[in-house]
């Protein structure tokens, strides 16, 4: 695995008791405090985005939402309206 350099920075603000308890974690996990908050940030967000980026469906499901996707859209009068009426950018000034 290629070293990457770091090149950005990010900087935190915090409480005292925040840091003393990261610097102690740190100390715990023999890494620095930079180290141990993006091994821990970069672990958390890597648990947080797969639910956003991607999902898994059986056949069945699978099926269902392509039936989904392809049905025609619903009617949807008020949606209608809205872009039959010129918006405030295109209303003529009196």
């Known amino acids: 695995m290629p070293m990457l350099t770091r090149t950005e920075k990010l900087d935190l603000r915090l409480t005292p008791s925040a840091k003393r308890v990261l610097q102690s974690a740190a100390t ?52 209608k309206k809205l872009l039959r009426t010129p918006s405030v950018f295109e209303r003529r000034r009196k």
């Open 28 to 79: 715990a996990a023999k890494r620095s405090v930079s180290e141990f908050v993006l091994e821990s940030a970069l672990a958390r967000a890597e648990e947080t985005l797969p639910d956003r980026q991607r999902f898994g469906l059986d056949a069945e499901r699978w099926s269902a939402f392509q039936a989904a996707l392809d049905a025609p859209a619903r009617p949807n009068p008020r949606l």
